[in-house]
């Protein structure tokens, strides 16, 4: 673990992110929360064995980070991956929903991250439908292949065919983002040109008694961007409602 000022988060983090994704926690010592997630986070990040770095940021004394990450809540915590920030999530979240965002991140620890090269690594890696037919004929139950064949099922319009296949596999991250879209589209909903936060306000009055509703409601949650902060938003209104 590291602590990075605005001095050092060009080496600390984004060139070093070009290695291993980094995590970046910003917090402040008065806050709270930021003291119950910090110990989680670092926990978790060491189950990594160096496949992963943590850097904790004090924006009280670093606003030039603070600046750029346009920080407005805190606890918060990002991925950087090769220079880019990929996820993030805002608050202080319980230990499982903090490793299955760092599985979501960097795959279990342990798992290996060179590329598979063997035949059915390359004909995941090819990605066209032929190619994960041909996958799924040698390996029926590889993971890989049966996510990437339902995300191209959901592409290509085809979303029952997608909950099919996700079946199969055990649910992770991936499948349940998935999952969630493919339900979505069942429904009529087009998440990229839909109004959000009008369709989860419209739910949120009936999540309580209508379990289609409530199932709509967390499908919409999970196929947005787990750091945007209308989902925390729109968790939190919802633990509300139901309890």
Known sequence: MKNAT???????????????????????????????????????????????????????ENPAVSAAFQVQSIPMVVGIKDR????????????????????KLAGEPGESTQEDDSEVGLLIKAGDEESLLK????EPDHPGAITALATLR????DPAGALELLEKIPENPDTRKIAARARLMMNGVDVPSADLSNHLDSLLESVKDDPEARQEYL???????????????????LSTRLF
Request: net charge negative.
């Open 6 to 60: 605005d001095a050092t988060f060009e080496s600390d983090v984004l060139d070093r992110s070009q290695q291993v994704p980094v995590v970046v926690d910003l917090w402040a010592p008065w806050c709270g929360p930021c003291r119950t997630l910090g110990p989680v986070v670092e926990k978790l990040v060491d189950s990594y064995n160096g496949q992963v770095e943590l850097v904790k940021v004090n924006v009280d």
């Open 84 to 103: 880019k920030v990929v996820d993030g999530f805002i608050g202080a979240l319980g230990e499982s929903q903090v490793r299955e965002w760092l599985v």
């Open 135 to 138: 996958a799924l004929e040698l």
């Open 219 to 237: 499908d919409l949650l999970e196929s947005m961007d787990s750091g945007d902060p209308i989902v925390l938003k729109y968790r939190k209104a």
């Open 154 to 157: 959901c592409d290509t319009g």
